[in-house]
């Protein structure tokens, strides 16, 4: 079976975060698409470039991967995401101070195609895996 729309996009955005090329991801989507990204407000292309630069800049080795799903699925998707945080992050939470440290989460991505770009897309992640990994917050102790 071969790949939906929505996995061959999927595949796109993440070659483009992994190479660091806003553009080229955001080249993904309609005109006017709106993301859904956790933890940032809904918004539209605007709002994709401030996640997108936010996000490379303060991982500029950063990394996603879409993982394994059923062939011919089309979505959810789990997204692998990670990076040395080297520069701060600007969030709708306050900029976080450059750690140092490095990341690696799981995400899933669920996005609507038409024509070929995204013209919905949803994400979640574990925010609290995000916070304890850049060291924000102590983990707590086992047992």
Request: net charge negative; glycine share 10%; hydrophobic share 40%.
């Amino acid at each position: 079976m071969a790949e939906t729309p929505e996995r061959q996009v999927a595949e796109r955005i993440c070659a483009a975060i992994s190479r660091g090329d806003v553009d080229l991801a955001l080249a993904q989507f309609s005109p006017d698409a709106t993301l859904h990204v956790d933890g940032f407000a809904p918004g539209g292309l605007a709002a994709a470039r401030r996640w997108l630069e936010a996000l490379t800049v303060a991982f500029p080795d950063a990394y996603a991967q879409v993982l394994e799903a059923p062939r011919g699925s089309t979505g959810p998707f789990p997204i692998a995401f990670g990076g040395t945080q080297r520069e701060p992050f600007a969030t709708p939470f306050g900029t976080v101070p450059s750690s140092g440290r490095s990341v690696s989460l799981r995400e899933t991505v669920t996005l609507e195609v038409e024509g070929g770009r995204v013209v919905t897309l949803h994400t979640t992640l574990d925010r609290l895996a995000f916070v304890y990994q850049l060291g924000l917050v102590p983990q707590p102790r086992p047992g």
